[in-house]
T-cell receptor
């Protein structure tokens, strides 16, 4: 099964800066990789999905990259705001027999300071 | 409507109690999931229902019993739980199951405390 590592448990940055979060996986390269946001005591919310043949995906201030050679995805939030403070989870497929299930990394707690 | 609802929001139960968690979605999704999440840990998959049939049971103890009465509803029946079962229980749904591209929609969760 896949092992997912998100580089740091916590990241603190100043408002207006770009936050960069890392997700590394150890086994086979998944066809898709997803990023979710989770606020305390709430369920995760889907943000972006990137396919293995896509180098980069953007959505407003969010950007995700996917490097299958490095087995790594980077998640960027530009012009960060205090409202971006949350835990960000990467998730990818983990085959369980003939079906794929989603396995989540431990997440990185991002704090954006005003 | 892209919402998954869960009731109750909070639940406190004793180890001899029987209770149920409920989940509902009206997005026409054919796959529904139960996850368990402990503090500062990622969600851990417990069960998957696809087309109202149990597709995956991640070796969950029998004191947790899932039920899918119809395509919109998912229940989790709890009986004789242990204090270590205290956690946030998340329900999720997706259009389909078994495809790596499926994104999941999560409910707000039920915060369970077992005394």
């Amino acid at each position: 099964s896949q092992k997912i590592e998100q580089n740091s448990e916590a990241l603190n940055i100043q408002e207006g800066k770009t936050a960069t979060l890392t997700c590394n996986y150890t086994n086979y390269s998944p066809a898709y990789l997803q990023w979710y946001r989770q606020d305390p005591g709430r369920g995760p919310v889907f943000l972006l999905l990137i396919r293995e043949n896509e180098k980069e995906k953007r959505k407003e201030r969010l950007k995700v990259t996917f490097d299958t050679t490095l087995k790594q995805s980077l998640f960027h939030i530009t012009a960060s705001q205090p409202a971006d403070s949350a835990t960000y989870l990467c998730a990818l497929e983990d085959s369980g027999g003939s079906n794929y299930k989603l396995t989540f990394g431990k997440g990185t707690l991002l704090t954006v300071n005003p | 409507d892209t919402e998954v609802t869960q009731t109750p929001k909070h639940l406190v139960m004793g180890m001899t109690n029987k209770k149920s968690l409920k989940c509902e979605q009206h997005m026409g999704h054919r796959a529904m999931y139960w996850y368990k999440q402990k503090a500062k840990k990622p969600p851990e998959l417990m069960f998957v229902y696809s087309y109202e049939k149990l597709s995956i049971n991640e070796s969950v103890p029998s004191r947790f019993s899932p039920e899918c009465p119809n395509s919109s509803l998912l229940n989790l029946h709890l009986h004789a739980l242990q204090p270590e079962d205290s956690a946030l229980y998340l329900c999720a749904s997706s259009q389909d199951f078994g495809l790596a591209r499926e994104t999941q929609y999560f409910g707000p969760g039920t915060r369970l405390l077992v005394l």
